[in-house]
C-alpha cells in the first residue's frame, strides 16, 4: 500500500508493520492519521497472509504523544463529530483484528499513544518510554477508551493514580503496573518485536486465532460462561 501521509505500511514474511509516521510532531495523533489507520486496518484484517502486527512510531523521540487538540477539540458539531467517530471507529476496527498485534514503544507515550497501545495485545517499551494521561490537566477526559482500557489492564486504584494525576511513569513503573509485557534496550526494540512477531507468525493460526477469541471475548463473562466459550472455540 502507497500514498500513506501519516503512516507507513509493509509486510514481510506474513508479518504486517504500520509506523506512525509524523516524527517532526512526535507522532502525534490527527484526522487525516485516523482515516489512514482506518484504512490499512480494514485491509490487515481481511489479509490471509498477514499472521501478526507490528505497530511502531517513526523517528527518535515519541512512539505517539497524543493528539492533535488543535483538530479534535474543533469539531463542527456534536452531531457531526459522532457520526465521523462512529464511521473511523479506529480503536474498534484495532481491536476486531483477528490477528496478534505488537505494540513497540518508544520515547513519548502519551494520551492517545497510550490509548492507541491498549488496543494491542502486546506492549514492548524500550528503557527510554515515557508514559502519561494529561487529558485531566487540560480539562478534559481521554476520548479513545482510556477510562476503560487502562483500568481493565492495571487495576482500577492504578488507573484512576494515573488519569487524575496526569503524571508521567518510566518504562520501569509502566512494567510494574502492567501496563506494559516487557522492557528491553532502545536498540533492542524493533528487533525484540520482529522476534517475537516471527514466533507466533510460525505456530498454527487456526490456534493463534482461537486463543486471541477466547481470551478477548471471554475476558469479561463469568468463569463458568468463559469456560462454556473456550468449549464452543476449540478447534
Excluded at 511502531?56 to 457520526?83: I, V, W
Excluded at 507466533?200 to 468463559?226: M, N
Aim: glycine share 8%.
Amino acid at each position: 500500500m502507497s500514498g500513506y501521509e501519516t503512516i507507513t505500511y509493509e509486510k514481510k514474511n506474513k508479518i504486517a508493520f504500520i509506523t506512525l509516521n509524523r516524527p517532526q510532531v512526535l507522532n502525534i495523533y490527527n484526522v487525516r492519521m485516523r482515516d489512514e489507520l482506518y484504512e490499512v486496518l480494514g485491509a490487515v484484517k481481511e489479509d490471509s497472509e498477514v499472521y501478526a502486527v507490528i505497530l511502531k512510531g517513526a523517528g527518535e523521540k515519541a512512539f505517539c504523544a497524543g493528539a492533535d487538540l488543535s483538530e479534535f477539540l474543533s469539531a463542527p458539531s456534536p452531531t457531526g463529530a459522532r457520526r465521523s467517530r462512529w464511521l473511523r471507529d479506529v480503536w474498534g476496527r484495532f481491536l476486531s483484528l483477528p490477528q496478534p498485534v505488537i505494540a513497540a514503544l518508544h520515547g513519548y507515550v502519551l494520551g492517545s499513544g497510550i490509548e492507541m497501545s491498549m488496543c494491542c495485545d502486546i506492549r514492548i517499551a524500550s528503557e527510554d518510554a515515557q508514559f502519561g494521561l494529561p487529558e485531566v490537566a487540560l480539562g478534559i477526559i481521554p476520548a479513545a477508551g482510556a477510562t476503560q482500557t487502562v483500568p481493565r489492564t492495571i487495576g482500577l486504584g492504578r488507573a484512576l493514580d494515573l488519569l487524575l494525576t496526569g503524571r508521567r511513569i518510566n518504562a520501569q513503573e509502566a512494567l510494574q503496573m502492567k501496563l506494559i509485557n516487557r522492557v528491553v534496550l532502545k536498540e533492542r526494540l524493533f528487533p525484540e518485536a520482529e522476534s517475537l512477531a516471527d514466533k507466533i507468525a510460525g505456530w498454527d493460526q487456526c490456534a493463534v486465532r482461537a486463543i486471541k477469541q477466547a481470551v478477548s471475548r471471554g475476558l469479561d463473562l463469568p468463569l463458568e460462561e468463559g469456560l462454556k466459550l473456550e468449549k464452543e472455540i476449540i478447534i
